[in-house]
T-cell receptor
């Protein structure tokens, strides 16, 4: 079945350092979404990418969708303690169930 | 709007007990979902409902049943809880676009 993999599983950075998480799908995706989950919280939608090669920015966060629409990345510039949490990518299932397949997530810890 | 609400927030069960997790959304969304999240892992789909009156199995449906009571409510039932069902359960909903909105979760411990 469809698999969505994320690396790294965990990253610990000093405040001010940059951070990147990578997402790879076993199948071509019609779109990819990113969610953030704060410790003890629930996933919150960040962004959706649809077009091949698309790049979107939200303040210090830069999201990219690969040319082949099978991979994506999230880059955070100059991390802050408010960036702490787990970042998930998710792509539509290819089984026609209108559900999402989530990656296993990258947990980011930021040391002040 | 409250968005997606879930009850209870926490629950402790003994093996073999049953319980129902409740989920409601006030966004007039068609589709609703139940996920489970185990420590250090992503979300796995248990069941989903594409519209009122329909339900279908997800990736990990064994040991669970669901009811789409109306457009607003989607409940998840554990008939005979097992320790392997200790997890955090999230309900989510969406309209026609792909974005899903999640509830705050129910933390379940089965002893």
């Amino acid at each position: 079945g469809q698999q969505v993999m994320q690396i790294p599983q965990y990253q610990h950075v000093q405040e001010g350092e940059d951070f990147t998480t990578y997402c790879n799908s076993s199948t071509t995706l019609s779109n990819i979404q990113w969610y953030k989950q704060r410790p003890g919280g629930h996933p919150v939608f960040l962004i959706q990418l649809v077009k091949s090669g698309e790049v979107k920015k939200q303040k210090r966060l830069t999201f990219q969708f690969g040319e082949a629409k099978k991979n994506s990345s999230l880059h955070i510039t100059a991390t802050q303690t408010t960036d702490v949490g787990t970042y998930f990518c998710a792509g539509p299932e290819n089984a026609g169930r209108r559900a999402l397949t989530f990656g296993s997530g990258t947990r980011l810890q930021v040391q002040p | 709007n409250a968005g997606v609400t879930q009850t209870p927030k926490f629950q402790v069960l003994k093996t073999g007990q049953s319980m129902t997790l409740q989920c409601a959304q006030d966004m007039n969304h068609n589709s609703m979902y139940w996920y489970r999240q185990d420590p250090g892992m992503g979300l796995r789909l248990i069941y989903y409902s594409a519209s009122e009156g329909t339900t279908d199995k997800g990736e990990v449906p064994n040991g669970y049943n669901v009811s789409r009571l109306n457009k607003r409510e989607f409940s998840l039932r554990l008939e005979s809880a097992a320790p392997s069902q200790t997890s955090v359960y999230f309900c989510a909903s969406r309209m026609t676009v792909e974005t899903q909105y999640f509830g705050p979760g129910t933390r379940l411990l089965v002893l």
